[in-house]
């Protein structure tokens, strides 16, 4: 198992080959489309993994998301065009900032359980969303368009061709894989577990319940507004709309429940499959605004969740494992 | 107490009442399934549809149209329970909270694609206009709306404490696994709390077309309310939610009247997290 421990041999072989073919990718193939679909896979994928520490680990199941992929969208944003201050150093802050956000909701949230936490998530995003709807400071709900700076690594900007933000953004997820991975193996991630299992068995055990939870939450934040700061950045234009609402976060658990909650790589294949599905729909369907797309969508979340519910991967090693 | 407030007031109480039958269909299914369905308020908007087209195309009365929307939605939630939910009962919570989103992104898209994204209104029903108290003026339809929440709610819970049916479902909420040694057929409870509490929905959307605007999108916002009224009212807990219902329908008219109207939502939302960071079980759970 991915899980724990080691890799295998063949699974060394099988990640080597997998990361050579991503980084050929936009050297391979020609277009701007794939290129872009592509990024959003790594962009929610990564997103995923961020949820993963929350939802997959500690069954905190976050449906508010979106506020802190906001939240780091409009900082860096906001930074960058009132300050001047370098888009790099506002991912940080974004991150920073929606941390602390995630502790701040956090501690009155800490002793809320499965469904009384998602509604509080859904709840505190969507105060989160109506007040950057209404605050001049941003813009309200015209949104924000970034300034047009020189292309360059530093700038964290490219005008000439998608492929920086490819990579950018692949690394991104890789390090969000890293973070997952060494949260898994060590203690926090055994804690976080036991207090899945049960609350009061790991309560007994003298396991710190608010402080574990609190630590998931504010690194899943951190993660979740580099993505946004990452967005602002290569779309180039943000508003409570794009960046805020509650189908945001939606998709966010979709791709990791889709993929197997719970698993490192689950949230990977989960965005791999989810992502394009969405884009080529709306691309090909959704023009005439017929709401064909989001039909599709809904029919294959509900079919996939009542019939397939532990996710791909748990499909994917239930057949491994009767293979043996 | 100046005449602006008590008009406030008064419409805090009549979306309140219609919070509160939106909001007990939603809790019956939680507490006895311990489910939220997300779908909930596109449920609302077949509703609201179905007397809309009752109306447009055969001139039916919406006040005559609330048995049809009683009877579709309670078919639709039955078929809904057997084909869907009930494959996820057992299964991991994560799948229990999704599975329902797809169908409410199922709902809300079909709508879409069948009779486009406007808006619409019923214009003339039977009832209409206002009754004249001096100077305030109280909607007709709006009242008439609230009674009916009002009674709907009373049937619900003489229902459930009269009859055999009712009190087996009570049961089922209370202790599943009793109530099956008990020989309750808990899975047919299941079904049946799902097909009423969507009938009650549908009940309430018959009323709301009434006065509201009639779009496909309009389940949003009274989803995600009714999720705070339910769990601000406390788990599965049906007088719990009616409070918790007019309670909210005041805050927000209130908070909107004297903070900023924009806010009416996020001041919903605020109190909601308070509420539950001071209790967390809800209100009377």
């Known amino acids: 198992m991915m899980t724990m421990g080691k890799l295998t041999g063949r699974q060394i072989v099988f990640y080597t080959v997998l990361f050579i073919a991503l980084l050929a990718f936009p050297l391979v193939v020609k277009g701007t489309f794939p290129t872009h679909v592509m990024i959003m896979v790594f962009l929610f994928a990564m997103m995923g993994v961020a949820w993963n520490i929350l939802g997959g680990y500690a069954a905190m199941f976050s449906f508010g998301q979106a506020a802190f992929f906001g939240i780091g969208a409009y900082t860096s944003t906001i930074l960058l065009m009132n300050y001047n201050v370098n888009p790099w150093v506002g991912l940080f802050a974004g991150g920073v900032l929606a941390a602390l956000m995630g502790a701040a909701i956090g501690i009155p949230c800490s002793n809320l359980r499965g469904h009384y936490f998602a509604i509080a998530s859904i709840a505190f995003a969507e105060i989160v969303r109506i007040h950057f709807n209404n605050w001049k400071f941003v813009a309200a709900a015209e949104g924000l368009s970034l300034p047009l700076l020189p292309e360059s690594l530093g700038n964290f900007m490219f005008h000439s061709s998608k492929a920086p933000y490819y990579y950018i953004i692949l690394v991104f997820l890789l390090l969000s894989l890293l973070i997952c991975r060494y949260i898994s193996t060590n203690r926090m991630g055994f804690y976080l577990r036991a207090i899945k299992e049960s609350h009061e068995l790991a309560k007994g055990m003298g396991i710190s319940f608010v402080r574990y939870r609190l630590y998931a939450i504010m690194i899943s934040a951190f993660l979740t507004a580099m993505a946004g700061t990452f967005y602002a950045q290569y779309i180039l234009y943000i508003d409570p709309e794009s960046v805020l609402i509650l189908p945001i976060s939606v998709q966010v658990v979709l791709v990791a429940m889709l993929g197997g909650a719970g698993t490192i790589m689950g949230p990977v294949i989960g965005a791999a499959i989810l992502l394009p599905l969405s884009e080529i729909t709306r691309v090909w369907l959704g023009y005439k605004g017929t709401g064909v797309d989001m039909m599709i969508y809904g029919a294959l979340i509900m079919v996939i969740s009542a019939y397939q519910p532990q996710g791909v991967w748990g499909f994917l090693t239930s057949i491994r494992r009767s293979a043996k | ?186 899975e047919r409870v299941n079904a049946l709390s799902f097909a009423i509490g969507s009938s009650l929905v549908g009940v309430a959307g018959a009323f709301l077309s009434m006065y509201y605007y009639i779009y496909p999108q309009v389940g949003g ?60 079980q809800g209100l009377m759970g």
């Not at chain 2, 996820?88 to 999704?98: H, S």
């Not at chain 2, 705070?228 to 599965?236: D, K, S």
């Not at chain 2, 903070?259 to 209790?279: C, E, G, N, Q, S």
């Open chain 2, 1 to 186: 107490m100046s005449e602006q407030l008590v008009v406030q007031l008064m419409n805090g109480l009549l979306i309140g009442f219609m919070y509160s039958l939106i909001a007990i269909g939603l809790t019956m299914i939680w507490g006895v399934m311990n489910i939220i369905n997300f779908a909930h308020a596109d449920f609302l908007m077949i509703g609201m549809f179905t007397s809309f087209w009752l109306y447009t195309l055969y001139g039916i009365d919406p006040i005559f149209s609330i048995p049809v929307c009683a009877v579709l939605l309670f078919v639709m939630g039955w078929l809904i329970y057997k084909y869907l939910v009930s494959k996820v009962m057992t299964g991991p919570a994560l799948a229990q909270l999704v599975v329902t989103f797809g169908i409410s992104i199922f709902i809300a898209n079909t709508a879409v694609l069948l009779w486009t994204p406007d808006f619409r209104m019923i214009e003339k029903p039977l009832l209409y206009g206002t009754w004249n108290f001096g100077t305030v003026q109280l909607s007709i339809p709006k009242a008439v709306a609230s009674i009916g929440s009002v009674l709907v709610s009373l049937a619900l819970f003489l229902f459930l404490r009269k009859t055999k049916t009712g009190k087996a479902i009570l049961a089922t909420e209370m202790n599943r696994s009793s109530a099956l040694l008990m020989g309750i057929n808990t």
């Open chain 2, 221 to 280: 916002t009274f989803g995600l309310i009714s999720f705070c009224i339910v769990a601000l009212g406390g788990f599965g807990s049906i007088e719990g939610a009616f409070i918790a219902g007019i309670l909210i329908g005041i805050v927000q008219t209130l908070g909107g009247y004297f903070f900023d109207p924009a806010y009416k939502y996020a001041i919903v939302f605020a109190m909601y997290l308070i509420t539950v960071w001071i209790r967390p």
